[in-house]
């Protein structure tokens, strides 16, 4: 009976290690040099998305689907097709929203938090985030997958986001999924599906 | 002499803005018996359905967009969350007839005077039960009047099909809020729209299908 307990929690502690291992310093830097060496070659990037949002209270999570595109440096459109038709645009500063052909232009030139919320997603969607001061970040092996946590060190920022996650494809080394969480019970993840490097991207993919 | 009848006019004139902007809200409807005492909505009281829509909200010109989520967990509970396009919570309140809690904010919106208007507007929004004290008629709708505190709520349920319509939200002499919804069934309101009359406050919902 003993040994069966005994065999049932190394069972369980394996399992949970196949889960989520830490990696040690040399796998951290492997992967670190594996997903600079992608990322630097990435010019641009188009790529399907599934966003869920989960709020602990709802039954269901909130299902919204679309396309995204980057360009390099910092050009960036995300695309909500379905349910709605809903398109945002950071270009030069501004935030450019068309909103079921409803125009608007948000200018975050002087806003802190939204260059730096800018930064945060082109980063997400690249992979590149690694050398970012702002964050405390943590690196996991799953299986197939690679995982990085990422926590801001400021207070302003950490109100709105409490941790990053990022989800690589361990042959890739490209970004799999986003999960931004806002408390433990709350979060939004999403889901990057059919991604096209290099691609060529017309400019009017950033124009809304 | 001219002075004076210019001055008799002018009060004149003065006096029958104030009558007309003081006449009652009612002037328009014919009173009718009653046939209810009471009506209990149905938009928002299923506990199992996840109440989402997309938002639109006008405030003074400005236009902000984002979800709509509210839930009722438990009895007299409702949980309401707006949050962006993007799934960052904006505000996450918990809200009764008679409580009201503010679970988070993001300290652009953290303003008293929109907090307490977004308040009064969820609360009437998300309200089941209404006590009939009077009621009235117009060509297309039975109007239901019922006392809100210092104010009145009517509900307006079409006599083709009895749906409820719209609701007003007045004082004596004005009308404050106006909902409006549409919906298929009675159950669930497909789309509303929020009006103020007094603050140029338009909240527009449109529920979303998911796959």
Known sequence: MKTKIALLILFISGNLFAQEQKMTAAEIASFKEDVNVVSKKIKTLSTDFVQYKHLDFLSKDIETSGKMFFKEPSLLSWQYKKPYNYSIVFKNGKILINDEGKKSAVDIGNSKIFARINKLIVGSVSGNMFDDKEFTISYFKLKGQNLAKFVPKDATLKKYIKQIELTFDKEEATVVQVKLLESSEDYTRIVLKNKVINAKIDDSVFTN | ?211
């Open chain 2, 1 to 211: 002499m001219q002075k004076s009848t210019i001055q008799f006019l002018l009060i004149n004139c003065f006096l029958a803005i104030v009558l007309v902007s003081c006449g009652s809200v009612t002037k328009n409807y014919t009173p009718k018996k009653l046939d209810k005492t009471s009506y209990q909505s149905r938009y928002f009281s299923d506990s199992k359905t996840d109440y989402v829509y997309k938002t639109n909200i006008t405030v003074y010109g400005n236009e902000l967009s984002g979800i709509f989520i509210a839930k009722k967990i438990n009895d007299t509970i409702h949980r309401v969350v707006f949050t962006t396009e993007f799934g960052n919570k904006l505000l996450d309140f918990e809200i009764s007839e008679k409580s009201f809690k503010v679970n988070s904010i993001v300290s652009e919106l953290d303003r008293k005077i929109l907090i307490n208007t977004l308040k009064e507007d969820f609360r009437l929004l998300l309200k089941k039960e209404y006590l009939i004290q009077e009621q009235f008629e117009n060509e297309s709708d039975n109007i239901y009047k019922s006392a809100d505190g210092k104010r009145d709520n009517y509900l307006f349920l079409s006599k083709k099909d009895q749906k409820f319509e719209k609701l007003i939200h007045a004082s004596a002499t004005k009308e404050k809020i106006t909902l409006t919804f549409s919906s298929e069934n009675n159950i669930f309101a497909e789309r509303i729209q929020i009006v103020h009359q007094n603050i140029k406050l338009k909240i527009e919902l449109n529920y979303f299908k998911q796959e």
